[in-house]
């Protein structure tokens, strides 16, 4: 167990439709990160947050969206869904501001489906 | 930008025997971090090991050890003494986006 738990671990869904999966942090971690792994792929960075703000971002789709609130928990928010976006979401935590000399803990993932 | 290559798909190891999977990778920093992380049927992302760009020293984690070559932009990870366990998606990530590669299946025979 990482310590990083993400909610749902499934969720089904229909295309035009919009979601919204949720991370919580190891306990002390200031960074999330969020990613997508679609079916026998690698992982793609999207974004990531540290303490609230915006730190980096990847190849993410101006349909999704994000943010970390204030108890450091993230969300991402992924709307007008497309047959596409159906993936497995990882989020992960680190101690600091994403440099690379932080480990990064992944959480179990959420998977989208969109029918 | 960065990129990073996994260049095997798919390996396959005898119980018992080593096996190494490569990764090479693209970038202009001279400063970073890289790192293998493990993917087991569970989708559990697992870190197994990783290395400081500016240390000369090769990185080692009980049975996994890497092969870094910074002028070369290599980065392959050695697994001795394979166990049934380590069957999973080995994947090369790189630097501070975590820009990962596509992943190397290992297929571990008993």
């Known amino acids: 167990d990482s310590g990083v738990t993400q909610t749902p671990k499934h969720l089904i869904t229909a295309t035009g439709q919009r979601v919204t999966l949720r991370c919580s942090p190891r306990?002390?971690?200031?960074?999330v990160y969020w990613y997508q792994q679609s079916l026998d792929q690698g992982l793609q960075f999207l974004i990531q947050y540290y303490n609230g703000e915006e730190r980096a971002k990847g190849n993410i789709l101006e349909r999704f969206s994000a943010q970390q609130f204030p108890d450091l928990h993230s969300e991402l928010n992924l709307s007008s869904l497309e047959l596409g976006d159906s993936a497995l979401y990882f989020c992960?935590?680190?101690?600091?501001?994403?440099?690379?000399?932080?480990?990064?803990?992944f959480g179990p993932g959420t998977r989208l489906t969109v029918l | 930008a960065q990129t990073v290559t996994q260049s095997q798909p798919e390996m396959s190891v005898q119980e018992a025997e080593t096996v190494t999977l490569s990764c090479t990778y693209d970038t202009s920093e001279s400063d970073y971090y890289l790192f293998w992380y493990k993917q087991p049927p569970s989708r559990q992302m697992i870190l197994v090991i990783r290395?400081?760009?500016?240390?000369?020293q090769n990185a080692t984690e009980n049975r996994f050890s890497v092969n870094f070559q910074k002028a070369a932009k290599s980065f392959s990870l050695k697994i001795s003494d394979s166990q049934l366990g380590d069957a999973a998606m080995y994947f090369c990530?790189?630097?501070?986006?975590?820009?990962f590669g596509a992943g190397t299946r290992l297929t571990v025979k008993p």
């Open positions: 990530a790189y630097g501070r986006d975590m820009r």
């Open positions: 306990s002390g971690d200031l960074s």
């Open positions: 290395q400081e760009a500016y240390k000369q």
């Open positions: 992960a935590s680190s101690v600091g501001d994403g440099s690379p000399y932080n480990e990064q803990f």
